[in-house]
């Protein structure tokens, strides 16, 4: 069974970066979807990035301007830069695949502290 494997994540001071890698353990066909979200404690799952097959972004207003969402489609991976981090950006970070008939794969997440 194809897994998604996060990395990346850890403690970071406030104003620091990070870069959360997703890789797919196997082949994982018409993936239309790559994103990224995040859940802080007591809170819901929200959606931080997307990236679809045609190219298109998707950036929440609360991390614009400081968090990238980019892929490699050779390797099957895709990546969020967090700069200038920000104590409520303080999460456990979830990537998330979807495929063109509606196949959903999640990791298992990785936990992103900021705090000085």
């Known amino acids: 069974q194809v897994k998604l494997v996060e990395s990346g994540g850890g403690l970071v001071q406030p104003g620091g970066s990070l870069r959360l890698s997703c890789v797919a353990s196997g082949s994982i066909d018409g993936v239309y979807a790559m994103n990224w979200y995040r859940q802080a404690p007591g809170k819901e799952r929200d959606l931080v990035a997307s990236l679809n097959d045609g190219g298109e972004v998707y950036v929440t207003d609360a991390v614009k301007g400081r968090f990238t969402i980019s892929r490699d489609t050779a390797k099957s991976t895709v990546y969020l830069q967090m700069n200038n981090l920000k104590a409520e950006d303080t999460a456990v970070y979830y990537c998330?695949?979807?495929?063109?008939?509606?196949?959903?794969?999640w990791g298992q997440g990785t936990q992103v502290t900021v705090s000085s």
């Open positions: 998330k695949f979807l495929t063109g008939i509606g196949q959903m794969y």
